[in-house]
Nanobody, 124 residues
């Protein structure tokens, strides 16, 4: 069973940057897509970005396009989320998960193996 551990969250001022990491255990990391999601305070969890197993395909939530970049290093079993030009509305707990549907999408039901999350707080 794949275990995922997120890191890299913190407190940052609006306009700042953070890079989140998600480290995966196991030998099959390079065979499945990965996604990043977030849950703002008092709200439901939402899709942020996803990347295919071979990194050829990426998809993003419209509100983060041009500001966030998802990438992965299969040799390190790690997926990243580079977040630039952060806004207070980006404040949330950020989670990673692996695709179980065989194709990346924005549907949370297509993902499994959720990590424990990392808190991102953006001050105005």
């Amino acid at each position: 069973q794949v275990q995922l551990v997120e890191s890299g969250g913190g407190l940052v001022q609006a306009g700042g940057s953070l890079r989140l990491s998600c480290a995966a255990s196991g030998r099959t990391f390079s065979t499945y897509g990965m996604g990043w999601f977030r849950q703002p305070p008092g709200k439901e969890r939402e899709f942020v970005a996803a990347i295919s197993a071979n990194s050829r395909t990426t998809i993003y939530l419209n509100s983060v396009k041009g500001r966030f970049t998802i990438s992965r290093d299969n040799a390190k079993n790690t997926v990243y989320l580079q977040m630039n030009s952060l806004k207070p509305e980006d404040t949330a707990v950020y989670y990673c998960a692996r695709d179980q549907a065989g194709i990346i999408s924005s549907d949370l039901r297509g993902y499994t193996g959720w990590g424990q999350g990392t808190q991102v707080t953006v001050s105005s």
